[in-house]
């Protein structure tokens, strides 16, 4: 039902954006997302949808009338693979253009800006959704300093306009499952149930910069060992409340002065954790608080924290997910599961507007926010097939 080939020439072309070894490295308003934002927005006008760019930067083609939205995203982790997000954009853009060839029903595409959290969690879709003021998102900084108005300020001359989510039906996310579950299993597809929810916040430890030859151990505040401690009595402390699928991830660390012979003044982390449960995530969110309260005060560190951000767990529409498991069930029949997503996505914001449904494809090693992130092509092109029999039907 789709044409595969076109499919497969789009996605490789959007590969070059931001080109690096196997990866792109793509994200949100660098230059070469707003380059590979604007090749999408000539590929879907010549399929006939009328392009709009929102004012932080989404990227819709529109069909008149009510229609199904499908897409995701395709700026880019800072090290990010060739298929998160993207895929789900060209798929989305191939189901449009086939159901249209064949007289189907209308559909929609669109690749939300920053779902990769430059500035914070899922920024594109949480602000078109509403889940997130404009001036709240504007106050955002990426970790160089930079602030999310004045990144999407580099964007304000391909604005045309708002999007009311009132002329869609429904919203369908196809992506690469990012995990081992499918890949692990030989499976081709996974019909998601819920996605999980998310917190995330900035800490801020401030101790005294010094001398590291003359400074004697005892006399210290070094913001690292406050690091240091804090990663290792979480390990401990988390254990007490969490299940084997809950995450927590210290993943940027930025220490000053960053030298040598010089006692760490400061030291800025991320801290993120996943359940999906919300009270899980609530007592997660004291553990941690507690954990990082106390190795400050034993080590007479000063401690701030930014913003707490994050996403509620949701689930997927039941009767999206019915059309999508038979539609799996005919292209891939005993080769596909249900299944919950551990990563975030777009469908996540879109579910407060709309009925929302994700489609999965396997991630080779279950590797992915890594250039070597990649699926076969069969398997691609099983989502993509997928997609378009959802729709017909
Ligand atoms: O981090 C995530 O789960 C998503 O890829 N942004
Ligand atoms: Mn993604
Ligand atoms: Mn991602
Ligand atoms: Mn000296």
Do not use: C
Request: hydrophobic share 45%.
């Amino acid at each position: 039902m789709i044409n595969a080939e076109r499919f497969l020439s789009d996605l490789h072309h959007l590969r070059s954006f931001g080109a690096s070894g196997s990866g792109v490295v793509r994200p949100a308003y660098s230059e070469p997302d707003i380059a590979a934002r604007i090749w999408l927005a000539e590929r879907m006008s010549e399929a006939g949808l009328a392009t709009r760019f929102d004012e932080v930067g989404n990227l819709f083609g529109l069909r008149d009338g009510q229609s199904l939205l499908m897409g995701s995203h395709t700026d880019s982790q800072p090290e990010g693979g060739w298929l998160d997000g993207a895929f789900g954009v060209i798929a989305a853009l191939e189901v449009s253009r086939a159901s249209a060839e064949r007289g189907g029903p209308p559909v929609s595409v669109v690749s939300f800006q920053d779902e990769e959290g430059r500035f914070g969690v899922t920024t594109g879709s949480a602000v078109w959704s509403g889940g997130l003021e404009l001036a709240e998102a504007d106050a955002l900084l990426d970790h160089s300093g930079v602030s999310f108005a004045e990144a999407r300020a580099r964007m304000e001359h391909l604005t045309s306009g708002p999007v009311d989510a009132s002329r869609f039906t429904g919203f369908i996310e196809a992506h690469i499952e990012q995990g081992p579950v499918l890949d692990q299993a030989g499976e081709t597809l996974g019909v998601v149930t819920d996605i999980v929810g998310i917190r995330d916040m900035r800490v801020t430890l401030t101790g005294q910069q010094n001398h590291a030859g003359t400074t004697p151990m005892h006399l210290r505040r070094d913001a690292v060992q406050g690091l240091a401690r804090i990663a290792v009595g979480l390990e401990e402390r988390l254990r007490n409340v969490v299940t084997p699928t809950s995450v927590w991830t210290i993943g940027h660390v930025s220490v000053s002065p960053n030298a040598s012979s010089i006692v760490p003044g400061k030291v800025v982390f991320s801290m993120q954790w996943r359940d999906g449960d919300l009270e899980r995530l609530a007592r997660m969110e004291e553990v941690i608080r507690d954990v990082i309260g106390e190795v400050a005060e034993q080590l007479g560190l000063a401690l701030e924290y930014g913003p707490l951000l994050g996403l509620d767990p949701v689930a997927m529409d039941t009767g999206l997910q019915l059309r999508l498991a038979s539609a799996a069930d005919q292209v891939a029949p005993g080769k596909w599961r249900h299944m919950p997503s551990g990563a975030l996505h777009d469908a996540t914001n879109v579910a407060r507007r709309l009925p929302v449904a994700m489609l999965f494809v396997p991630s080779i090693g279950g590797i992915s926010h890594d250039f070597a992130e990649d699926t076969a092509e069969a398997d691609l092109i099983a989502g993509v097939e997928t997609l378009a029999r959802a729709v017909a039907q």
